[in-house]
T-cell receptor, first 114, second 113 residues
Framework: NAGVTQTPKFQVLKTGQSMTLQCAQD?????MSWYRQDPGMGLRLIHY???????DQGEVPNGYNVSRSTTEDFPLRLLSAAPSQTSVYFC?????????????FGEGSRLTVL | SQKIEQNSEALNIQEGKTATLTCNYT??????LQWYRQDPGRGPVFLLL?????KEKRKERLKVTFDTTLKQSLFHITASQPADSATYLC????????????FGTGTKLQVIP
């Protein structure tokens, strides 16, 4: 099993550009989520999904969009990138819809916005 | 406001000693608490989960305690090894919403040979 796969691993954007961070899991997990990690701030929840067609906001959703058309994929879209979105982004999944139990994380996507 | 605090200063210990990391929280009613390990440039990896009605959990050289009165969890690594050097994250899921797991900032552990 590949687990949780994130692409790209590294990306540099200019302010105002758009892009999509991809996340795929092959464990048939219902729950998926996106976090960003910044120095001194810890991991902060951006958006999460408890199944295909269902998404909800986390702690820091502004500037990000998500959709969940399949169980496997949960892309994160930045419509107009800002320097404040420079961060490391992690996708995570959990086999329980209620998210009880361990989170499986991807290896991260490092985004720099100039 | 809700807050999870971990010692932001690095913890340096000698190989073979027991490392103890602290996680304090305020304004939470946690249903469970988790500990994760994160190596540089990698995603967090799950270590242990302890529920609100449990006092202690063990897994090999790891031990977690959970005191909901003190609002604190302690994470112990016994017989520490240089390979245990990493950042350790504490995470809480509130009884009001398991879907929103909140993480502390982590404590960096350095085990010196």
């Amino acid at each position: 099993n590949a687990g949780v796969t994130q692409t790209p691993k590294f990306q540099v954007l200019k302010t105002g550009q758009s892009m999509t961070l991809q996340c795929a899991q092959d464990m048939n997990h219902e729950y998926m989520s996106w976090y960003r990690q910044d120095p001194g701030m810890g991991l902060r929840l951006i958006h999460y999904s408890v199944g295909a067609g269902i998404t909800d906001q986390g702690e820091v959703p502004n500037g990000y969009n998500v959709s969940r058309s399949t169980t496997e994929d949960f892309p994160l879209r930045l419509l107009s990138a800002a320097p404040s979105q420079t961060s490391v982004y992690f996708c995570a999944s959990n086999r329980h819809t209620a998210n009880t139990g361990e989170l499986f994380f991807g290896e991260g996507s490092r985004l720099t916005v100039l | 406001s809700q807050k999870i605090e971990q010692n932001s200063e690095a913890l340096n210990i000698q190989e073979g000693k027991t490392a103890t990391l602290t996680c304090n929280y305020t304004n939470y009613s946690p249903a469970y608490l988790q500990w994760y390990r994160q190596d540089p440039g990698r995603g967090p990896v799950f270590l242990l989960l302890i529920r609100e009605n449990e006092k202690e959990k063990r897994k090999e050289r790891l031990k977690v305690t959970f005191d909901t009165t003190l609002k604190q969890s302690l994470f112990h690594i016994t017989a520490s090894q240089p390979a245990d050097s990493a950042t350790y994250l504490c995470a809480l899921a509130s009884s009001g919403g398991y879907q929103k797991v909140t993480f502390g900032t982590g404590t960096k552990l350095q085990v010196i040979p």
